[in-house]
């Protein structure tokens, strides 16, 4: 993603809503976006070659992104409706550590499903900060 790119995504924030789910009764209105999360997805076409697909970009709020940050919940999101879910990790069954774990299809949506993708550190790799970019 080039500068022109983040600047872009920059300006488009003021009329951004998170992306993430916040429960059955809320708006999305209610939650406008204070940053971004930018996974680059792509696949190892073999040993040496990497490609890149493209950038998943979500707007999220600052509740989201606070809680992406800290270890009390996990994110389970799926790539192929975008629908998400979040897991508070004390009352799961399974033991979670990773902040977000991606799907390739949900029981939410028909595709059928293809795997998972973990995300451990959303803070340091994947987070965009435009108030950092700004200065810098
Ligand atoms: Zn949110
Ligand atoms: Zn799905």
Known sequence: MN???KL?????????????????DTRREDYPASNYIVI???YQ????????VRDLVIPICLECSQALTQDEWTLIYCFECNNSRWLLRKY?????????????????????????????????????????????
């Open 3 to 5: 500068t022109y790119d």
């Open 8 to 24: 872009h995504m920059l300006i488009d924030l003021t009329t951004e809503y998170c992306g993430l789910n916040h429960g059955p």
């Open 40 to 42: 680059p997805f792509g």
């Open 45 to 52: 076409e073999n040993a040496v070659t990497e490609v890149s």
């Open 92 to 136: 799961a069954k399974n033991d979670y550590r990773h902040h977000i774990i991606f799907l390739h299809g949900c029981p939410d949506c028909s595709n059928e499903f293809g795997g998972l993708y973990f995300c451990e550190e959303p803070k340091e790799q994947f987070v965009y900060q435009p108030m950092a970019a700004v200065a810098g």
